[in-house]
């Protein structure tokens, strides 16, 4: 059963942008910390950016300043947007509580930044 449901991802150039949405179940979003994820080829997933129930954000250094990511609690959803975009943002995106549980890894969605 697909609990999280990741979308919006597409192939987009270098400099563009792209706005990532993440529709979650009432038991999986609750009032738990919710992050967005990636992988790039040949690399292990791992955090990008979280926000916490009330708000407060955290990203890694290398998407600072580009990602902003926000939550809408009423409707379980989490967005990722992402600005600025470099070829080394490529991955798949995807969406989880933070710290994650491995029970709720969705498909992702697939973003490419390519010339």
């Known amino acids: 059963q697909v609990q999280l449901v990741e979308s919006g991802g597409g192939l987009v150039q270098p400099g563009g942008s792209l706005r990532l949405s993440c529709a979650a179940s009432?038991?999986?979003?609750?009032?738990?910390?919710m992050g967005w994820y990636r992988q790039a080829p040949g690399k292990e997933r791992a955090l990008v950016a979280s926000?916490?129930?009330?708000?407060?954000?955290s990203y890694i250094t290398s998407v600072k300043g580009r990602f902003t990511i926000s939550r809408d609690n009423a409707k379980n959803e989490v967005y990722l947007q992402m600005n600025s975009l470099k070829p080394e943002d490529t991955a798949v995106y995807y969406c989880?509580?933070?710290?994650?549980?491995?029970?709720?890894w969705g498909q992702g969605t697939q973003v490419t930044v390519s010339s």
């Open positions: 989880n509580r933070v710290p994650p549980r491995s029970i709720y």
């Open positions: 009432e038991s999986i979003f609750s009032t738990y910390a």
């Open positions: 926000i916490t129930d009330d708000g407060s954000t």
